[in-house]
C-alpha cells in the first residue's frame, strides 16, 4: 500500500463529490456537472492532484473524447461520466499514466461501478424524499432540513467520494499487476482500443452535429489543415470560428431574402385583388 496516493486519491474523491449535479457548493449543474464533471477538467484537477498537470490533461482528453456524445435522457444514463473521469483517470495517474489506459479503466468503471453506485444514489433520495415530505406535511423544519439537505448531501459524499478514493488507494497494486501479468496481446489489444476509443465519440458527436452531408467539408478541410498544413488547434479554431461566421452572414442573408420576397409577392396580391374590386 502506497501512503504517497493518500492525499491524491483523496482529493480526487472530493473533486468527484463536487462534480456531482446535486452537490450545491459548486451551484450542482452550472459548475458541478457541467464544469468539474466533465472529463477535461477533471484531468486537469487530478493532475494537480498527482502533480502532473500535463499527463492529467492528456488522460483527460482522451476521456473526454470517448464521452463527448455522451447523452442523458431523464434519470437514464448508459455509463456514469464523473465516476468514469475520475476514477479512470486517478487510477492511471496512480500506474502508468498512459492516456489509453486511463480511457480503458474509465468505461470499465463508469459502465459498471459508477452505474450501480448512480442508482444506488437515486434510490436512497426516494427514502429521503419520502422523509421530507413526511417532515413538511408535520410542519416539522428541522426534519426538512435534515432529510432535504444534510442526509442526502453526506449520502452523495459517501458514494462518491468514498468508492474513488478506495479504488485510487487500494486499486494501483491491483491494477499494476493486472497489466504485468495479463499476456502482452491483451496490453496491446488494450492500447489499440484505448486509442480508437475517442475516435468513436468523435464519430459519434459528428452524426449528432453533421445535419447535411455538405457540412463533412468543413471537418475533412479542418483534418488537412492540421494533418499536412501543421497549424495547431488554437490557430484552426480561429479559422473555424471565420469560415463559421462568413457562412451564418452568406445563409442569413438568404433566408432574410425569401421571407422579403414573399411579403413583396403577399402585397402585390393584395394590391391586384383591391384592383378587382
Not at 12 to 36: D, K, N, Q, S
Not at 134 to 144: L, Q, S
Not at 266 to 273: G, K, L, P, Q
Request: glycine fraction near 10%; aromatic fraction near 12%; hydrophobic fraction near 55%.
Amino acid at each position: 500500500m502506497d501512503t504517497g496516493l493518500l492525499l491524491p486519491a483523496l482529493l480526487t474523491g472530493i473533486f468527484c463529490y463536487l462534480g456531482a449535479i446535486e452537490t450545491p457548493w459548486l451551484f450542482g449543474m452550472t459548475g458541478g456537472f457541467y464544469i468539474v464533471g466533465r472529463p477535461l477538467v477533471a484531468g486537469l484537477l487530478v493532475g494537480i492532484a498527482f502533480g502532473d498537470v500535463q499527463a492529467g490533461i492528456l488522460c483527460g482528453l482522451a476521456v473526454q473524447a470517448v464521452f463527448i456524445a455522451n447523452l442523458t435522457t431523464g434519470g437514464a444514463t448508459n455509463s456514469e461520466i464523473t465516476y468514469a473521469a475520475y476514477g479512470g483517470i486517478g487510477l492511471a495517474l496512480a500506474t502508468t499514466k498512459d492516456p489509453a489506459v486511463a480511457v480503458t479503466l474509465a468505461i470499465l468503471i463508469g459502465q459498471t461501478f459508477g452505474l450501480i453506485f448512480y442508482n444506488s444514489r437515486m434510490a436512497a433520495y426516494s427514502f429521503w424524499n419520502t422523509r421530507a415530505q413526511t417532515a413538511a406535511e408535520k410542519n416539522d423544519d428541522r426534519g426538512i432540513v435534515l432529510n432535504h439537505v444534510v442526509y442526502p448531501q453526506i449520502t452523495t459524499f459517501l458514494l462518491r467520494a468514498v468508492p474513488v478514493f478506495l479504488a485510487i488507494f487500494l486499486g494501483k497494486g491491483l491494477v499494476n499487476w493486472l497489466l504485468s501479468n495479463v499476456p502482452q496481446v491483451v496490453t496491446d489489444i488494450i492500447s489499440v482500443l484505448g486509442g480508437v476509443l475517442p475516435a468513436l465519440g468523435i464519430a459519434m458527436l459528428m452524426s449528432i452535429v453533421v445535419k447535411e452531408k455538405a457540412h463533412l467539408i468543413f471537418f475533412f478541410a479542418g483534418f488537412v489543415l492540421m494533418a499536412f498544413a501543421g497549424l495547431n488547434m488554437i490557430a484552426l479554431v480561429f479559422i473555424a470560428a471565420l469560415v463559421a461566421y462568413i457562412v451564418f452572414l452568406a445563409t442569413g442573408n438568404a433566408s432574410n431574402a425569401q421571407p422579403k420576397a414573399a411579403n413583396q409577392s403577399a402585397d402585390s396580391t393584395v394590391f391586384e385583388d383591391d384592383d378587382l374590386f
